[in-house]
């Protein structure tokens, strides 16, 4: 069953250190999105992203965050200047439209 | 969306049915009624969603009330792998609609030996 793909599974950063989390979504589904996940709180929504752009954003998505479709299968998330408080899990999920979205096993993200 | 309640955690003994309620009484008529779930840290894991019909896949059944107002997930024979946090989402789906997944804090399932 095909499914979606992140990397790394963990990551270690400095704070102030820009870092791209990574996704294969699967190869034939058309919206993508980013959640996270603070250590042992709710996972929030982070953007979604539709046809090259981003289609809805939460307030925790501020200037810090964007996302690019970069090639026909990557997907990514970028944190230009990663504070400690960016530590959590990253899941990315994709879909078709509005069939349900399927999610990636994440990225830890380890702020020091 | 819609706001769902659901209660904070539930047991069940293995092999036994596991069957986990969600109040969703705000819910609009053009919402579904999906069902996650996130064994420990992994992502959240797709299960089953629905409209107004029962529904059923290989994973579990979906038995949503008439009035659409709650709805309970039924994991017939549940195993020790079942065990995990299960998400009820209600969620505006159409074609072309990208919306995002509003998760609560969902019901800890554990199934006991």
């Known amino acids: 069953e095909p499914e979606v793909t992140q990397t790394p599974s963990h990551q270690v950063t400095q704070m102030g250190q820009e870092v791209i989390l990574r996704c294969v979504p699967i190869?034939?589904?058309?919206?993508f999105y980013w959640y996270r996940q603070i250590l042992g709180q709710k996972v929030e929504f982070l953007v979604s992203?539709?046809?090259?752009?981003?289609?809805?954003k939460s307030e925790i998505f501020d200037d810090q965050f964007s996302v690019e479709r970069p090639d026909g299968s990557n997907f990514t998330l970028k944190i230009r200047s990663t504070k400690l408080e960016d530590s959590a899990m990253y899941f990315c999920?994709?879909?078709?439209?509005?069939?349900?979205?399927?999610f990636g096993d994440g990225t830890r993200l380890s702020i020091l | 969306d819609a706001k769902t309640t659901q209660p904070p955690s539930m047991d069940c003994a293995e092999g036994r049915a596991a069957n986990l309620p969600c109040n969703h009484s705000?819910?609009?008529?053009?919402?579904?009624v999906y069902w996650y779930r996130q064994i420990h840290s992994q992502g959240p894991q797709y299960i089953i969603h629905g409209l107004k019909n029962n529904e059923t896949n290989e994973m579990a059944s979906l038995i949503i009330t008439e009035d659409r107002k709650s709805s309970t997930l039924i994991l017939p024979h549940a195993t020790l792998r079942d065990t995990a946090v299960y998400y009820c989402i209600v969620r505006v789906a159409g074609a072309g609609t990208a919306s995002k997944l509003t998760f609560g804090t969902g019901t800890r399932l554990q199934v006991t030996l």
């Open positions: 999920a994709s879909s078709v439209g509005y069939q349900p979205q399927h």
């Open positions: 992203f539709y046809n090259n752009e981003i289609s809805e």
């Open positions: 705000t819910i609009s008529g053009n919402e579904y």
């Open positions: 190869s034939n589904h058309l919206y």
